[in-house]
C-alpha cells in the first residue's frame, strides 16, 4: 500500500499544469472563432453585412489585447529567469 502511495505522489510531481494565462488565451480564441462563424452565418441569412462592421472588429481587438498581455507577461518571466541564471542587470531603457 505505501508503495503505490509513492508511486501516484511521483507522478502528481511529474505532472505540469497549464498556466491560467494560457488557459484564458485559449478560450479566448475559441470564443473569437465561434463569434466569428456565427457572424459569417448571420451575415449568409440575413444576406446583410452590417454584422462585419462592429462584432469582428471588437472580438478580434480582444483577441489582440489578451495576445499582447500574454506574451508582454512571458517575455518579463523569462528576463527574470534568464537574471537569476546569468546575473545581468537590466538596463533603464528597456522597459
Sequence with gaps: ????????????????????????????????????????????MTQTTDVYAYLI??????????TGFYYWKARRENEIKLRGIYGVEENEEDE
Design 1 to 44: 500500500m505505501a508503495e503505490m502511495y509513492k508511486i501516484t505522489r511521483v507522478k502528481r510531481q511529474k505532472e505540469t499544469r497549464t498556466e491560467f494565462s494560457k488557459k484564458i488565451l485559449v478560450v479566448m480564441f475559441i470564443f473569437t472563432l465561434i463569434i466569428a462563424a456565427c457572424a459569417i452565418a448571420m451575415s449568409y
Design 57 to 66: 472588429p471588437a472580438i478580434f481587438a480582444e483577441l489582440s489585447v489578451g
